[in-house]
């Protein structure tokens, strides 16, 4: 019997809280050994401040930075009755994030539209799973689904996901943007489709 998507989040979601702090530690530095493969000829990231259990740490958007690539983070908002809006976007300043809803991390203003997600080459998602054929579980409020579809047709659209939450199905939507890659700390990056 296939678990519908809140089983799957919730499962993984206690997965992840069960991890210790030196197993998180430990993926996160791989995923950052993984930057080279995603960066060639690279010039603008979107990327995303982990938090909480979720894979990676922000020493992955410092590289980026380090190596001279722009990185824009979200700025997720709802409308005036609190639906998700597409994502806007912040050029990352080192030690000028602030705290925003929803518990994440940001850049503060001035923000860049939603169609800055066109600039990037390479999109790094948040995801709690992956499967082979790209479909991502997200948390399920739909700001980067509303988002992605505003992409360059060419960027890469990569999940960033522990290796046991890339998986061989998930339930899909009509709504749901495939990812292109996963990235995976012991597996790199891996081709999806």
Known sequence: MQRSKAELRTAILA?????TPHEHDAEAQAL?????ALITDVQTVCAYVPV????????????LHRRGIRALLPIARGD?????QPLQWGEYRPGELV?????????????????????????LVPALAVDRTGVRLGRGAGFYD????LADAAARLIAIVRDDELVDH???ERHDVPMTHALTPHGG???LG
């Open 15 to 19: 997965a992840r809280r069960a991890l």
């Open 32 to 36: 950052v050994g993984h930057l080279s």
């Open 52 to 63: 909480g259990s979720e894979p990676g740490s922000p020493e992955l958007i410092d590289e």
């Open 80 to 84: 005036s009755a609190g639906n998700p």
């Open 99 to 123: 705290d925003a809803p929803y518990g994440l991390r940001e850049p503060a203003p001035p923000w860049l539209g939603a169609g800055a997600v066109a600039e990037a080459s390479v999109i």
């Open 146 to 149: 509303r988002s992605l579809a």
């Open 170 to 172: 998930l339930p899909a």
């Open 189 to 191: 990056l891996v081709s």
